[in-house]
């Protein structure tokens, strides 16, 4: 399943990372990704095999110069995956969480994966 290899290889990157969104007094830095959308690939006679995702990935940590570099190790494991074909469909938006003081890194990629 793509979102199972997705979580792998966010890993690869970052210990911490949460679908949707992070818990209450999650350490930083994490991950947090979000489906988004995509563009179905169901026909009249049948499917392609093919699974189109938009994701949004957002990196958290306490700078900003942290989160971005957390943000493009990402964009380059999440482009050299061989469980799916990814490629940034953005680049990075600032964001920042004022409760907090977290700095993120806002990036979408859209996402080819087999449909299972």
């Not at 930083?28 to 990935?57: C, E, K, N």
């Not at 964009?75 to 061989?82: D, F, I, N, R």
Request: glycine share 8%.
């Amino acid at each position: 399943m793509m979102e199972a290899d997705l979580v792998t290889v966010l890993k690869t990157c970052c210990p911490r990372v949460y679908p949707d969104f992070a818990p209450a007094g999650a350490a930083l830095p994490y991950v947090v990704y979000q489906h988004i959308g995509g563009t179905p690939q169901r026909y009249v006679d049948g499917g392609s095999g093919l699974r189109h995702t938009m994701l949004q990935i957002n990196s958290w940590a306490t700078t900003r110069g942290d989160s971005l570099t957390l943000a493009r190790a990402i964009e380059t494991a999440l482009c050299a995956a061989t469980a799916f074909t990814a490629k940034p469909d953005s680049e990075p938006i600032g964001d920042l969480d004022d409760d907090t003081e977290r700095r993120g890194s806002m990036q979408d990629f859209s996402v080819w994966s087999a449909r299972t």
